[in-house]
């Protein structure tokens, strides 16, 4: 009887039939396809993983981040979600094989106005009862306050006065102090807004406003008066007087009233810091310098609550980690619901407990994200506030000054600034990869190159859009790999659409924008989740020279990560794509990643919430990884006969070249049928490994199909040539 070797062609195709794709690979989960000599792709059990850290994180983790401080020892930042279910979300760092916190913390709080000044004075002190803040957080004021001449909106620095009281100093867009005209003790009113039946015309009653006709007014707490819901930016129609402007409303008034936002309470959302007790703040009470002197009472850090976030942007500024918090929501059912926070620092020098938030005059108080710009570093911001204040400009990109991540005042001898793209309704995402900034729209890719200083204009960077009907389909849906961004383009589904629009994976190289052709692609856009799309993420490989996109499948059901496609960049396309997940409790798919860094080979999160550390185990996290390979149905002879197959000579590498032994288990299944449409008639598993010489399956048919699969632990394999012995078995009609 004659023998043949099993020939398979390369890559993995799910755009065809299983006949038509015959003696390919037609499904497949949990493995690697290699370069050969020839640069076709040869099918290994994919690389296992390890838990980097003991204990799953608290919450789904949506960002991670490796950097190391001034002792050079690696840390691993951690962003994680809010979720209903799970609680807060978080800020956290690995190092040394501990879990820190660092989130975070906000408190707001509604007190009756009042606010004392001085005159000729910029300094404003804030009553709010109990509210104990220090000298080392943040204030956001987003309902203007009238007191002593001057106006108090905005994001402020604190100063720690007392328990019950803390101050802030005002500032111009120039950086000018703004001095009280007058002195006030434990006045001052928010604005008060007054409608006339049957008109749009609002009236505002702020005293001192300065506000002028054609400028912007900020109505940050949804207030409603008249039958009017006002919330959002107002042009300013007219100024009766110093007191008194007007706004448009949506519609008609239904009535002629009056209303206060916020009730007439201020509104103060603090930014919370913790830090060290300054020495020398008491005596008596406790230890030497704790609590007020003879009162009985020990100073205390303000508690807050963990910040609201869906997302994060991580980077690091040498040793110092940035980080700022998103809660941009694309697919919403009202569109793009905007939100975040602002950018915050911490480093094991900065002396305190968690992220301390960037308030200085003019930096943003709001963005969809940021990344740290190279070589001349600069935090650049997209998504952010204009003034610092106003709503979120989701085409707004803001950087601070060089080598100043505290300085975002645009001024003749520095190079901090902004820019607005001209095209599309959103930036998604971006980063800095080589010498360029790159910033994603829902519609196109655009280049930011540092171009210094232009007739102190203060535009750094001159902004190109390269490429268009390529936007990014979710935040973190990109990555670069030698020199090449790869990343996820498609137009955003509808939140509730039971299918989702197809999309293409595209790739920046010398040769500019181009689409990757992928035999793999119904399974990203057939199966992916509309209603979870701000999840996907891509991740690099850049041991193996793999991309793999990880996303949530409509099929696994959970609104999770829990499939994944992969590249070869080095095999290219067509033939360097697979595919896999979906397959119960042991996923492969990561809801955030990090490439081989300064903490070792690649990290990534899992569905479960527990970190991985991957190509450092054959198993998954201890258990059999369970990878299998299954080809298409191939005709075994040309003419109209069929084939028996009694003798199966198996041809494997059976494991690494540090292993001592070749102890891989292969199971072999054959799937034989005589017609296409026939049912599939099954033979086996057979398990054949480096002691097993042969299978013999002993099948007769016309079509066949192989799967290839493995369940045993500590081992490793990569499909040879495997050979069987057939001989003609009659006609099959």
């Known amino acids: 009887m004659p023998r043949a070797t099993l020939k398979l062609r390369p890559g993995v195709n799910t755009l065809e039939s299983q006949s038509l794709n015959e003696a390919a690979i037609f499904s497949c989960n949990l493995i690697r396809l290699t370069p050969d000599p020839t640069g076709l792709?040869?099918?290994?059990?994919?690389?296992?993983?390890?838990?980097?850290?003991?204990?799953?994180?608290?919450?789904?983790?949506?960002?991670?981040?490796?950097?190391?401080?001034?002792?050079?020892?690696?840390?691993?930042?951690?962003?994680?979600?809010?979720?209903?279910?799970?609680?807060?979300?978080?800020l956290q760092y690995i190092r040394q094989g501990g879990l820190n916190d660092i989130t975070p913390h906000v408190q707001q709080d509604n007190p009756a106005v009042a606010a004392t000044t001085t005159i000729n004075s910029n300094l404003v002190t804030l009553n709010d009862p109990a509210s104990n803040i220090n000298s080392i957080s943040g204030v956001f004021i987003p309902a203007h306050i009238s007191v002593g001449g001057v106006i108090v909106f905005g994001m402020y620095p604190t100063i720690a006065?007392?328990?019950?009281?803390?101050?802030?100093?005002?500032?111009?867009?120039?950086?000018?102090?703004?001095?009280?005209t007058t002195s006030v003790t434990g006045g001052g009113a928010v604005a008060q807004f007054t409608t006339v039946s049957g008109t749009s015309t609002v009236t505002v009653t702020l005293n001192n406003h300065n506000f002028s006709v054609g400028s912007t007014y900020p109505v940050l707490i949804k207030t409603t008066v008249g039958g009017i819901t006002l919330v959002g930016n107002y042009i300013v129609q007219s100024v009766t007087d110093i007191n008194n402007f007007t706004i448009l409303g949506p519609q008609n008034a239904t009535a002629g009233t009056s209303a206060f936002i916020n009730g007439g309470n201020a509104r103060y959302n603090f930014l919370l810091t913790s830090g060290p007790l300054p020495a020398g703040t008491g005596w008596g009470v406790g230890g030497w310098g704790?609590?007020?002197?003879?009162?009985?009472?020990?100073?205390?850090?303000?508690?807050?609550?963990?910040?609201?976030?869906?997302?994060?942007?991580?980077?690091?500024?040498?040793?110092?980690?940035?980080?700022?918090?998103?809660?941009?929501?694309?697919?919403?059912?009202?569109?793009?619901?905007?939100?975040?926070?602002?950018?915050?620092?911490?480093?094991?020098?900065?002396?305190?407990?968690?992220?301390?938030?960037?308030?200085?005059?003019?930096?943003?108080?709001?963005?969809?994200?940021?990344?740290?710009?190279?070589?001349?570093?600069?935090?650049?911001?997209?998504?952010?506030?204009?003034?610092?204040?106003?709503?979120?400009?989701?085409?707004?990109?803001?950087?601070?000054?060089?080598?100043?991540?505290?300085?975002?005042?645009?001024?003749?001898?520095?190079?901090?600034?902004?820019?607005?793209?001209?095209?599309?309704s959103r930036i998604v995402g971006g980063g800095q990869v080589g010498q360029q900034g790159l910033l994603w729209t829902d519609v196109?890719?655009?280049?930011?190159?540092?171009?210094?200083?232009?007739?102190?204009?203060?535009?750094?960077?001159?902004?190109?859009?390269?490429?268009?009907?390529?936007?990014?389909l979710a935040k973190h849906a990109w990555c670069t790999l030698g020199g090449v961004t790869y990343w996820v383009g498609a137009p955003?589904?509808?939140?509730?659409?039971?299918?989702?629009?197809?999309?293409?994976?595209?790739?920046?190289?010398?040769?500019?924008?181009?689409?990757?052709?992928?035999?793999?692609?119904?399974?990203?856009?057939?199966?992916?989740?509309?209603?979870?799309?701000?999840?996907?993420?891509?991740?690099?490989?850049?041991?193996?020279?793999?991309?793999?996109?990880?996303?949530?499948?409509?099929?696994?059901?959970?609104?999770?990560?829990?499939?994944?496609?992969?590249?070869?960049?080095?095999?290219?396309?067509?033939?360097?794509?697979?595919?896999?997940?979906?397959?119960?409790?042991?996923?492969?798919?990561?809801?955030?990643?990090?490439?081989?860094?300064?903490?070792?080979?690649?990290?990534?999160?899992?569905s479960n919430m527990v970190l991985y550390q991957h190509e450092i185990s054959n198993d998954a996290d201890?258990?059999?990884?369970?990878?299998?390979?299954?080809?298409?149905?191939?005709?075994?002879?040309?003419?109209?006969?069929?084939?028996?197959?009694?003798?199966?000579?198996?041809?494997?590498?059976?494991?690494?070249?540090?292993?001592?032994?070749?102890?891989?288990?292969?199971?072999?299944?054959?799937?034989?049928?005589?017609?296409?449409?026939?049912?599939?008639?099954?033979?086996?598993?057979?398990?054949?490994?480096?002691?097993?010489k042969f299978a013999t399956p002993r099948f007769r048919g016309a079509l066949v199909a192989l799967q290839f699969s493995s369940s045993d632990t500590g081992s490793w394999w990569r499909l040879a040539a495997n050979r069987y012995r057939f001989q003609q078995a009659g006609k099959f009609y």
């Open 492 to 606: 955003t589904p509808t939140a509730g659409n039971a299918t989702s629009p197809r999309g293409q994976i595209f790739m920046l190289s010398a040769n500019g924008v181009q689409p990757i052709p992928c035999p793999v692609l119904d399974q990203l856009f057939q199966n992916l989740d509309p209603n979870n799309v701000r999840k996907v993420v891509m991740a690099a490989n850049s041991s193996f020279n793999e991309i793999t996109i990880h996303y949530p499948s409509i099929t696994g059901g959970t609104g999770e990560n829990d499939s994944y496609i992969k590249f070869n960049t080095m095999i290219g396309t067509p033939n360097g794509w697979d595919y896999g997940g979906n397959t119960g409790t042991l996923v492969a798919a990561r809801t955030a990643w990090v490439d081989q860094s300064v903490v070792g080979q690649p990290v990534g999160a899992g």
């Open 41 to 90: 792709g040869i099918v290994e059990k994919l690389g296992g993983w390890a838990r980097y850290f003991a204990s799953a994180i608290q919450s789904q983790v949506r960002a991670l981040w490796a950097w190391a401080g001034l002792d050079g020892v690696p840390m691993l930042a951690i962003g994680s979600e809010n979720q209903a279910s799970l609680g807060t979300a978080w």
């Open 622 to 692: 201890g258990q059999a990884m369970l990878p299998f390979f299954q080809t298409g149905f191939f005709q075994m002879n040309e003419a109209e006969l069929q084939s028996f197959v009694d003798l199966f000579v198996p041809d494997f590498k059976w494991g690494q070249t540090n292993q001592t032994t070749m102890n891989a288990q292969v199971q072999l299944t054959f799937f034989v049928k005589s017609y296409p449409g026939d049912t599939a008639r099954t033979y086996g598993p057979f398990t054949v490994s480096s002691a097993v």
């Open 290 to 424: 704790v609590g007020g002197w003879g009162s009985g009472v020990a100073p205390s850090n303000p508690a807050g609550t963990n910040i609201d976030a869906l997302d994060w942007s991580l980077g690091n500024w040498g040793d110092t980690l940035i980080a700022s918090p998103d809660k941009t929501v694309f697919n919403s059912p009202d569109g793009v619901t905007l939100g975040g926070g602002p950018i915050y620092y911490w480093s094991l020098n900065s002396n305190t407990f968690n992220a301390q938030p960037i308030v200085v005059n003019a930096a943003p108080v709001a963005n969809t994200g940021f990344f740290v710009a190279m070589p001349q570093r600069q935090i650049v911001a997209f998504g952010s506030t204009i003034t610092g204040v106003q709503d979120q400009d989701p085409l707004l990109v803001k950087w601070c000054d060089v080598n100043n991540f505290l300085s975002w005042l645009p001024t003749p001898t520095n190079l901090a600034g902004s820019f607005r793209l001209t095209r599309g």
């Open 444 to 472: 196109g890719l655009w280049t930011m190159n540092f171009i210094g200083s232009s007739g102190g204009t203060n535009l750094a960077y001159g902004f190109n859009e390269i490429a268009q009907g390529c936007g990014l």
């Open 161 to 180: 006065t007392d328990a019950n009281d803390f101050a802030v100093q005002l500032f111009d867009l120039n950086n000018n102090p703004v001095n009280a």
